[in-house]
Structure formats: C-alpha cells, structure tokens
C-alpha cells in the first residue's frame, strides 16, 4: 500500500521561506512523477508543482514560477518543495501526489495517491 507523508508547514510571515518534504513508501518511487497541489479554504484544489521520474523535468504554476522549486531524491524516496518569498496568497493545505505514471501531469486525476496535507499559512 502507497503511503505519502507531508511535513514542513507552519506559520511564516510574508517574504518567508518554508520545505516542504513528502516521504513515500509501499512501491518502487523512481517510476512515478510526482506531484504538489494546495487548496485555500473555499476554492478547488490547484496544482503547484510537478518533476518526472528521474528529476530531469519539471513544471510549475504561474503563480509560484520562480519562488518555488520541486526536487527529489530517489534513494530516499522523497520530493520537496523549496517556497521562497511566501505571499499571504498561498496559504493553503499543500498535498503531494504519485503519479500513475513518470512523465509530469498538472491534472489531479492522473494522481493515484495523497498525502494527508500540511497546512502552509502565510501572515501578512
């Protein structure tokens, strides 16, 4: 069974940075894009980030491009996001996401599995 585990939130103020790590387990990690999406309280759930299975490709939202950065390591069967320069605009709960597959997808339904979330909030 596919586990996904999130840690690194908190509260930070504006301008603050914050790593997000996501651990997963139960099947072979270096196959699978993997994924980060968050969700404000009232709206849908919107993609932020994604790498594809070797690290080598990524992609981003428009509104994180270049103050966020996704990366992983496969022999710890783990990714991250990097958030610099956190704006009040991106709390939220952040979830990573297994792909089914190892090239980059910003659809939530090409994602098998979820993390629990962890909530990022931003002061202003």
């Known amino acids: 069974q596919v586990q996904l585990v999130e840690s690194g939130g908190g509260l930070v103020q504006a301008g603050g940075s914050l790593r997000l790590s996501c651990a997963a387990s139960?099947?072979?990690?270096?196959?699978?894009?993997m994924g980060w999406f968050r969700q404000a309280p009232g709206k849908e759930r919107e993609f932020v980030a994604a790498i594809n299975w070797s690290g080598s490709s990524t992609n981003y939202a428009d509104s994180v491009k270049g103050r966020f950065t996704i990366s992983r390591d496969n022999a710890k069967n783990t990714v991250y996001l990097q958030m610099n320069s956190l704006k009040p605009e991106d709390t939220a709960v952040y979830y990573c996401?297994?792909?089914?597959?190892?090239?980059?997808?910003?659809?939530?339904?090409?994602?098998?599995?979820w993390g629990q979330g962890t909530q990022v909030t931003v002061s202003s």
């Open positions: 139960g099947r072979t990690f270096n196959i699978y894009a």
């Open positions: 996401a297994q792909d089914r597959g190892g090239i980059i997808h910003t659809n939530d339904a090409r994602y098998d599995y």
